[in-house]
C-alpha cells in the first residue's frame, strides 16, 4: 500500500502541476478563469486515442500531433470566443465554461458515452527500491519533470520567459513599455493549452477518456492553484504536491476513497483559504492586485 501510495501520488502531483502551472499562467498573464482548460487536456486525449488506434501511429508522433492540434484549436478558440468578450471578467467565464460544454458535446456526439481505453505503450516494470513502478508510469514521471524543467526554463531564460513575467506582474506598465500585451496573451494561452494537451496525453494510457474526463480535474486544479496561491507558479507545484498525495493517501486508507478525494482536495483548500485567505504563496500577488 505504501508503495501504490508512492507511486500514485507522485504520478497525480505532477499531472496536477502540469495542469495547474498552465492555468496560473493564464490568470497571471490576462487575468481569465479559463475554465475550459481542462477541456483542451481532455480533447488531446482523444486525438491521441484516435492517433493511436486508428490512424496507427507511433507513440511520440501522436503525442507531437495531439499537441500541436490542441495549442492550434486553443489560439482559435482565443480569437474567437475569449478575446472579444476578454474585458468582461464575468463574460469570460461564461464563455469559458461554454467552450468546455462545446468540447464535451462535441467528443459525445463523435465517440459516444462510452469509455475508451488505450493501449500501453511500454510493458513491464522496475524494481526500485523495493518499489515496483512501471516503464508507463515512468516514461509518464520523465516527461512531466522534461516539461515543468522546460517550462521554467522558458520563463526565465528567454525573451518571451521575461515578457510573460513582465506582463504577470504589472500589465500597464508592460503595455507602457512597448510589449504587445495581446500577442503575449495569446502565447500564453497557447503554452498553457500545450501543457494540458501534454498531460493528457501522458495520463491517457494510464487510464480511459470519457467525455467527461475535463469535470474531475477541473475541481482539483482550482483547488490546487487557490491552495498555492491565484496566479503563483511556485504555489501551484507545492499546492499539486499536497493535493496529489492527499487524493493518493484517501484512496488507499478510506473506504470508498475513490469517491472522497475531490471532496478531500476541496475541504484542504477551504482549510488553508481560513488560515490564509491569498493561498500559500499569494503575498505578491494580493500586493500587485
Not at 493564464?26 to 486515442?49: C, D, E, K, P, W
Not at 500597464?172 to 500545450?194: C, F, H, K, P, W
Request: hydrophobic share 60%.
Amino acid at each position: 500500500m505504501l508503495q501504490d501510495i508512492l507511486v500514485v501520488g507522485l504520478i497525480n502531483s505532477g499531472i496536477y502541476a502540469l495542469l495547474a502551472v498552465g492555468f496560473s499562467l493564464v490568470f497571471g498573464v490576462a487575468r481569465i478563469v479559463n475554465i475550459a482548460h481542462t477541456g483542451f487536456y481532455m480533447v488531446s486525449a482523444y486525438l491521441l486515442y484516435t492517433l493511436l488506434t486508428r490512424a496507427g501511429l507511433n507513440f511520440f508522433l501522436s503525442v507531437l500531433l495531439a499537441v500541436a492540434g490542441v495549442m492550434l484549436l486553443s489560439v482559435i478558440a482565443y480569437k474567437l470566443v475569449i478575446e472579444p468578450v476578454r474585458q468582461h471578467e464575468a463574460a469570460v467565464l461564461i464563455a469559458t465554461i461554454a467552450l468546455a460544454l462545446i468540447f464535451q458535446e462535441s467528443l459525445l456526439r463523435i465517440f459516444g458515452g462510452h469509455f475508451r481505453g488505450n493501449p500501453t505503450i511500454l510493458e513491464g516494470a522496475l524494481e526500485v527500491a523495493g518499489v515496483s513502478v512501471s516503464y508507463q508510469q515512468l516514461l509518464t514521471l520523465a516527461i512531466v519533470v522534461v516539461v515543468l524543467i522546460g517550462t521554467w526554463l522558458l520563463l526565465h531564460r528567454t525573451r518571451l520567459g521575461l515578457a510573460i513575467r513582465a506582463t504577470a506582474n504589472d500589465l500597464e506598465v508592460a503595455n507602457l513599455m512597448g510589449m504587445n500585451v495581446r500577442r503575449v496573451a495569446m502565447l500564453t494561452i497557447a503554452i498553457s493549452a500545450m501543457l494540458a494537451a501534454i498531460a493528457g496525453a501522458v495520463v491517457a494510457p494510464l487510464t480511459v477518456v470519457d467525455p467527461l474526463m475535463w469535470l474531475s480535474p477541473l475541481i482539483v486544479i482550482l483547488a490546487v492553484v487557490v491552495l498555492g496561491g491565484l496566479g503563483s507558479l511556485k504555489g501551484s507545484m507545492v499546492g499539486a504536491l499536497i493535493i496529489g498525495y492527499a487524493e493518493a493517501l484517501t484512496v488507499f486508507l478510506l473506504p470508498a476513497g475513490a469517491f472522497l478525494k475531490g471532496a478531500v482536495a476541496l475541504s484542504l483548500m477551504v482549510i488553508v483559504l481560513l488560515l490564509r485567505p491569498e493561498g500559500l504563496f499569494g503575498v505578491a500577488f494580493e500586493e500587485e492586485r
